[in-house]
């Protein structure tokens, strides 16, 4: 089955909108016979099976353009719109793609280098044609490839994970099921299309019927603010520092009232227990789901269900419905509670792999498990908490030291907004530990201040050697926090 054909055909008589806010908003049926002119537009003048690269800001087009491309048979390739000249190309090659949708402005900014280029006008052109097709099931099985989303490589060359129509069925259901999704659901969205978890909330919202709002200026707090508000918002979904910033930036979030907003999710990283507590707090009403993915889990692994997250805080919770999660030792058998092992996962969701890379994608899926590269450890009720990324573990001494551990004293410090962990070489201990913090300049926070309060709670060899201020939390183009 087609994944469009699930997330859209029930919704043909559907006579609400599904895009609200800024701009005119984009009914379900202009977006179900845009779909269907585009991709039949697609069908009839590329073919099938084609790498289709997408660049564009959310938008009803880039919608419109994301669907219409995977129901024509064809695979997107959503791609970040400040991606650099030579990555670009990287891809381009790397996937044999010939086509590009993008704006005008983004093809003159950027002097693209591909075959065939499709502007905004072009693709307006075709949507609004005025005959009204029929809708068409598209002849495509579950396993069929319908997207490469491309990890954000920070650390290393990117790798395109491959999705199947499956992957996206599976875990749409997934998350509908265990967030109690309805048609009366409207999300504001801040993450781009070209992230796994912002394509997660526009595959959810469409299929359960509901709205969103897009809004590209998360820096501009007031106005996610005022649309909460303005759109009736009921859920919002964001990264840590998007939590970090509405709680210790923002002048106004802790003392409103948002009437509509019944949860928020987080994914995209931990976010410490500090500021789970802090919004639980000023915001009592709205519920909070902490939640787990991986671009090669389609999304979404885990969450940790709201009544839990009291007595199980820091937890990253259980497998979502249909997923199972284990965490294991270096022999591949499930560890004891307390002791530290990977997270495994095994389910409809697992990507089919990495795009041409066989010896890649056979040390990430092994007999059908994945295996996330994520440390943790489970206690007693099978709950699982997060350690860190294999990669992130800092070797003092002998000693291996989780960078969570640290960074969730520090961020309990009142004026801390943010605080990053990172190892350096010494010439002694091999690697010393280095904190970076982002403070509220009205504090006065001080290296012999940290140096001691982590004294006080931590293991000698833990507290760091070396403390550094900077101004400003830096992020990726997903809000994620990259290493400075």
């Not at 970040?80 to 790397?94: M, S």
């Not at 059908?368 to 070797?395: C, N, P, S």
Request: include cysteine; proline fraction near 4%; glycine fraction near 8%.
């Amino acid at each position: 089955m087609n994944c469009i054909d699930y997330l859209l055909e029930e919704h043909q008589k559907h006579s609400g909108d599904f895009i609200l806010g800024r701009g005119t908003p984009l009914s379900y049926q202009e977006l179900i016979q845009g779909v269907i002119r585009l991709s039949n537009w697609f069908e009839s003048n590329i073919g099938t099976g084609n790498k289709v690269i997408l660049i564009m800001p959310n938008s009803s087009q880039s919608v419109i353009s994301y669907l219409a491309i995977m129901k024509s048979g064809n695979v997107v390739v959503p791609l970040n719109p400040t991606i650099e000249k030579d990555g670009f190309n990287d891809i381009v090659e790397r996937c044999n793609s010939r086509y590009l949708v993008t704006t005008l402005q983004l093809k003159l900014r950027s002097d693209f280098q591909i075959e065939t280029i499709f502007t905004e006008e072009k693709i307006d052109a075709i949507i609004q044609k005025d005959e009204a097709p029929e809708w068409r099931s598209s002849a495509v099985t579950p396993d069929a490839l319908a997207q490469i989303i491309f990890t954000s490589g920070s650390t290393a060359k990117p790798k395109g994970v491959m999705i199947s129509h499956k992957n996206i069925i599976a875990n749409t259901s997934s998350i509908i099921e265990y967030l109690s999704l309805t048609s009366n659901d409207i999300i504001e969205i801040v993450l781009p299309f070209f992230y796994c978890y912002g394509l997660s909330l526009l595959h959810t919202h469409l299929k359960a019927g509901g709205s969103v709002v897009l809004n590209n200026t998360f820096i501009l707090l007031s106005s996610v603010l005022n649309d909460f508000q303005k759109y009736k918002c009921t859920g919002f979904a964001g990264v840590p520092s998007h939590f970090q910033i509405l709680l210790r930036k923002s002048n106004t979030f802790k003392t409103s009232k948002f009437p509509y907003l019944r949860y928020v999710t987080q994914a995209g990283g931990k976010l410490h227990t500090t500021f789970i507590k802090e919004f639980r707090e000023s915001q009592p009403d709205i519920k909070f789901v902490v939640m787990y993915g991986q671009t090669e889990a389609t999304a979404r692994l885990s969450y940790l269900p709201v009544e839990r997250l009291s007595d199980k805080l820091g937890s990253l919770g259980k497998g979502i419905p249909n997923v199972e999660l284990r965490v294991v030792n270096s022999d591949g058998q499930p560890v004891k509670p307390g002791e530290i092992g990977e997270i495994i996962a095994q389910g409809d969701n697992v990507m089919l792999g990495y795009y041409n890379e066989p010896e890649e994608t056979a040390k990430t899926i092994k007999d059908g498990w994945l295996y996330t590269g994520d440390l943790a450890r489970v206690d007693e009720d099978g709950f699982i908490y997060h350690a860190a990324r294999r990669k992130e573990m800092i070797k003092v001494g002998g000693r291996r030291v989780s960078p969570k551990e640290i960074e969730a004293v520090i961020v309990g410090i009142d004026g801390v907004i943010d605080c990053s962990i990172e190892a350096q070489e010494d010439e002694v201990l091999g690697e010393a530990i280095k904190a970076i913090l982002v403070t509220n300049k009205t504090m006065h926070i001080t290296e012999d201040m940290v140096k001691q309060i982590c004294a006080d709670n931590l293991a000698n060899y833990k507290v760091p050697q070396v403390v550094e201020f900077i101004d400003n939390i830096k992020v990726n183009a997903t809000g994620k926090k990259v290493k400075v």
